[in-house]
């Protein structure tokens, strides 16, 4: 685990060359076809010598819900182990995360009449017109929930709409967790100013491997819109917004930015609250000789 532009992948790939394990992406924009240079998704001659698991697996018009998340990794992690290997689950989406350990509430399906009802709201009304109504509704999701985050604050309120009953109410009676034991590394630059430079230097790289041009051509699909879960991803939003008038590129670039600084702070935040997490400092590059030995003394637990 870790935040954006922390060497997951990297050390993934190391592990995965060394011992009998299989890689399960748990990244929420991994998932979409069509969409690899804003995702950093690992390169075609990667993934085909060392296959991902939820990789490339629907199309950016299509939804995908954490719940099919906790469905599809649980399957996977079955399968893996049945044929004697160890699941490894990298990747950023802390609430794929969350769910997989801590189990799922039984929440409602979408209803596409009220999103397009909230969707218009946001048109009109902006984001903070939604924070506000599901303050009243429910504060404790509203303090957790960013008043820059539509996907979450649409799916507050839309379950409350559907049940009647705030989406804090209805997580408190969840699946059992989750039965494996985990061992959980966690990756990041402890220095601050060193992630938030990588970052910055990871949207020129992308911007130089074509990512405008990724952007143009889900832009001209016909199929894709504003409002997709795909769309939404920090980057692509900024890069649609550009190509819809909003921002000229250099502002959008800025805005892409500044967003994955603030996805990474909050990804941070929810790492620091796993109390059972080994942090290693990627600060320098993969700390290895630290990791191997990390998990050379796990490997009674990965036995058993």
């Known amino acids: 685990m870790g935040p954006t532009a922390a ?3 990297d ?5 995965a060359s060394q011992y009998p394990v299989e890689i399960i992406s748990v990244d929420s924009a991994l998932v979409y076809r069509g969409m690899d240079i804003g995702t950093a998704k690992p390169e075609s001659a990667i993934l085909a010598q060392f296959p991902h698991h939820l990789v490339n697996i629907i199309e950016p018009t299509e939804h995908y819900s954490v719940g099919d998340f906790r469905r599809d990794a649980l399957c996977l992690m079955a399968d893996i182990t049945h ?4 699941p490894i689950l990298v990747g950023g989406t802390m609430l794929y995360f969350k769910a997989l350990q801590q189990g799922l509430a039984e929440l409602p399906e979408a209803d596409l009449v009220i999103r397009a009802r909230l969707d218009q709201q946001i048109s009109e009304f902006g984001l903070k017109y939604l924070h506000d109504r599901l303050m009243q509704v429910d504060p404790t999701s509203a303090k957790r929930i960013h008043q820059n ?3 979450r604050l649409q799916r507050a309120l839309e379950v409350f709409e559907i049940t009647g009953k705030s989406l804090t109410e209805l997580t408190q009676s969840v699946e059992p967790e989750i039965p494996y034991q ?6 990041s630059p402890f220095d601050r100013s060193v992630l938030h430079e990588r970052i910055a230097q990871r949207y020129q790289t992308m911007m130089t491997n074509g990512f405008l041009n990724e952007v143009k051509a889900l832009h001209e699909r016909g199929d894709c819109h504003a409002t997709l879960p795909a769309i939404r991803a920090v980057g692509y939003r900024q890069m649609w917004q550009h190509l819809s008038g909003d921002y000229d590129l250099e502002t959008a670039i800025e805005k892409a930015i500044i967003a994955t600084r603030q996805m990474a702070k909050r990804q941070l935040t929810w790492l620091r609250a796993q109390d059972d997490g080994v942090w290693f400092d990627t600060g320098q590059g993969l ?3 630290q990791i191997m030995t990390f998990l050379t003394d796990q490997m009674p637990k990965l036995n058993n």
């Open 11 to 15: 050390l993934a790939l190391k592990l």
């Open 7 to 9: 060497g997951k992948t």
């Open 182 to 187: 985990v061992i959980k590394m966690i990756l």
């Open 83 to 86: 044929r004697g290997k160890i």
């Open 149 to 151: 985050d539509p996907q």
């Open 287 to 289: 700390p290895m000789a």
